[in-house]
């Protein structure tokens, strides 16, 4: 599978971290790390989109503040986590309706975080499956 990387026999999921380097995001990549995944940082999405190709991320972990955030990700198949500074209703009501897979306050403890994203990745595959589909159809 080329979206997955082979690692000692066990296939390890890659995710993206989008956002300044806060202690925060630091602090979250060294905990998604200590579970298996692979995980790269950058502060922009266009130095993420830049390595898409080669690297094909499973998820993308974006700060809010990122411009253009949700845009940005759109033209990729990869589940987008936005890491809202404010989370009020309405806010992730826009990044959700703006095409965000889920929408977390930073006050979201790094286990809850975690969890989502296991979620998440539990639900991906056969999203991809079925996208690959939908494209060889059209």
Known sequence: MNYEMQIAGAIRRKIWIVGDASSDLKDLRSALVADGFHVRFSETPESALAEWRRWQFDIVIVDETVPDVIAAFRQISACV??????????????????????????????????????????????????????????
Do not use: F, H, W
């Open 81 to 138: 986590v936005v890491l809202a500074r404010t989370r009020n209703r309405a806010n992730c009501i826009d990044l959700l309706d703006a095409g965000a897979d889920d929408c977390v306050g930073t006050t979201c403890s790094v286990a809850e975080l975690r969890a989502r994203i296991r979620s998440k990745l539990r639900n991906l595959s056969p999203c991809r499956t079925q996208k690959k589909m939908k494209d060889k159809t059209l």
